[in-house]
């Protein structure tokens, strides 16, 4: 696969930048050769040569790269000994500085990027599935089931009027009854028609009173992906469903590119962007913590040396920040000699890249180490009953969505929710039904919330909902639609018996100044008025409350 257009395009136009702006780097090198007796030159010198050694290769001059970083070592070791250059070194340097000059002409256009087929395509809100079931009351009820998840159904009496409809691209997936007034087996058939005649490839779920051999093996020929035996557990088909239609890509990885050397950071975004990987860049090391908060890295790629602050030292201070004690922090350095790099590592960091790099490598190195990261965050903050945030991990991000909010004077709202009675639904049921109408409900959240948002399970029945750039007025509209599409999800007990549950809500907007105990403590007040005034309802904090002293509303929980 090659490069898409656009991506081809900017790093043509990256190295055609840096092309253009090479001869004056050039001269601003000669310039600080020439008065490099004082010695106060000479830093400046070392810095621009270390930057064209880090750089050249990457836009196509190799050589110019390998002259560059020859030239560095020679300065920096004058440097390092307080010293200028002897006369022997100062004819090394002019031989070396000539050597650029020559090679600034002679670029070699890079190979492009291995591309990688793109992961953040655009999402899809909400997905088609065709019903085909000839019980109207049944295939009303699953409808509005599925409905309340966020699946939006088409449904047919008969599988005829299934074959006779232009099937719409955007279909998802079938749910198919197996017996119709046409034949035992007609759903099976019509599938296999269908497949056949419109070359139909999206999953099929069969569901059906028959639970025998003959009905299952029909189901399984015509290329079913589950079999389900009704009466239908919408808990149940709305995890095969999600399963097989969740073609939401994974969340694009993120990186942070720390680099003062703004166009070599720019082509290692682009490089990484080809695959998919989002990016941001800092070019000033002394912001970085903002975009740490804001962008909240998978990884921090960083130059070793760049003015104001070490890259090591930067590792250092990333690594004091609680929420990226575990970050992959990789080097991406000119710097060779293994003592200096040893001594980075010790302040944090995880690895060394050295420069140049080529992009294939770039990428695979950096995504390794992506995956691997992403791997552990989510052994260590998923919940295990319902694959939602933990209370630690719900605590982090409300933390950080609070320091964000203050920096950018934004808004957000944070949502408490609380099963009613849930006791009555344990101790009616047992506590596995009880299990899997909380896995219900989390399902529920994950599928009808933007991805933006951030769903945890903070407590055995308590999770939490906080919704970014949300004002009040918008979470209650929002928690009240939830509210109500899941107190109409039918929950299974068992074969023959049903029953429905609500949940009661506390919201609290936060406001300016205060911290995350002061918005989470408001949520929780209001959430214990919704369940005095009756449960099942959403109650807005009244923020004036906020005056009390707000300690300690996470260790409540
Ligand atoms: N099945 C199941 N039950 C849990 C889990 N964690 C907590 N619970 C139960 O949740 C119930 C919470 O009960 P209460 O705190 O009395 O609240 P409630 O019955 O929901 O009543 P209100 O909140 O006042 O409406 C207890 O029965 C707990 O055993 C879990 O992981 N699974």
Redesign the pocket.
């Known amino acids: 696969m090659k490069d898409s257009p656009d991506i081809a395009e900017q790093l043509r136009l990256l190295r055609e930048n840096y092309a253009q702006q090479l001869p004056a780097k050039l001269a601003q090198m000669e310039d600080a050769f020439r008065q490099c007796d004082n010695m106060v030159e000479l830093p400046n010198l070392r810095h621009l040569a270390h930057s064209l050694a880090g750089s050249g290769a990457t836009f196509g001059y190799p050589a110019l790269s390998v002259a560059a970083r020859q030239l560095e070592t020679l300065v920096d070791s004058a440097l390092c000994d307080g010293r200028p250059l002897t006369p022997k070194e100062s004819d090394t340097a002019a031989r070396l500085i000539k050597t650029l000059g020559r090679e600034a002409h002679n670029p070699i256009v890079p190979a492009p990027a291995p591309a990688l087929p793109a992961s953040n395509l655009p999402e899809t809100e909400r997905k088609l599935i065709y019903l085909v079931e000839d019980d109207a009351s049944l295939a009303t009820d699953l409808m509005l089931q599925l409905g309340h998840f966020g699946y939006i159904v088409k449904s047919f009496e008969t599988p005829k009027q299934l074959l006779e409809t232009p099937v719409d691209p955007t279909l998802a997936a079938v749910l198919m009854d197996i017996v119709f007034p046409q034949g035992d087996l007609a759903g099976p058939e019509a599938i296999i028609q269908l497949a056949v005649a419109k070359q139909l490839r999206t999953p099929v779920i069969f569901f059906s009173s028959r639970n025998d051999l003959t009905a299952r093996l029909a189901a399984a020929r015509a290329g079913g992906a589950a079999y389900l035996v009704k009466p239908v557990d919408v808990g149940e088909l709305i995890s095969r469903l999600d399963s097989l239609v969740t073609d939401l890509p994974p969340e694009p990885y993120r990186v942070l590119i720390v680099d003062d050397n703004s166009p070599l950071a720019s082509h290692n975004a682009v490089t990484l962007q080809s695959v998919g990987i989002s990016t941001d860049i800092v070019t000033d090391p002394m912001t970085i913590l903002a975009h740490l908060d804001d962008f909240k890295p998978d990884l921090v790629l960083m130059d070793m040396y760049m003015p104001g602050c070490t890259g090591a030292e930067l590792a250092a201070v990333i690594r004091q920040l609680e929420n990226y004690v575990l970050v992959p922090i990789v080097y991406l350095s000119t710097e060779t000699d293994t003592d200096r790099r040893l001594i980075a590592m010790q302040l944090g960091a995880d690895d060394f890249l050295t420069k140049p790099i080529t992009p294939e490598h770039l990428i695979s190195a950096v995504s390794t180490r992506l995956r691997r990261y992403r791997v552990l965050r989510s052994h260590i903050e998923q919940d295990s ?1 319902t694959g939602l945030l933990n209370h630690a991990a719900t605590k982090d991000r409300l933390t950080t969505e609070t320091a964000r909010a203050a920096r950018q004077q934004g808004v957000f709202c944070l949502a408490v929710l ?10 009616t049921y047992g ?2 039904i ?2 899997s ?2 896995k219900n409900l989390a399902e529920l959240l994950k599928r009808r919330l933007r991805r933006t948002d951030i769903v945890g399970r903070i ?3 308590e999770f939490v909902v906080i919704l970014p750039d949300t004002d009040a007025k918008q979470a209650i509209q929002l928690l009240n639609e939830l509210r109500e599409a899941f107190s109409l999800v039918r929950q299974r007990a068992s074969r023959d018996l049903t029953f429905t549950t609500t949940f ?1 809500c506390g919201i609290a907007e936060y406001q300016l100044g205060a911290n995350a105990n002061d918005t989470h403590l408001l949520a929780d007040q209001a959430l214990y008025q919704a ?1 005095q005034a009756g ?1 099942n309802r959403v109650i807005l904090a009244n923020s004036d409350e906020r005056k009390g002293d707000g300690s300690g509303a996470f260790h409540a929980l």
């Open positions: 009953l609380d099963l009613d009675h849930f006791k009555n639904v344990n101790d506590h596995l009880g299990d109408v909380l407590g055995g029945e009661s369940k449960r």
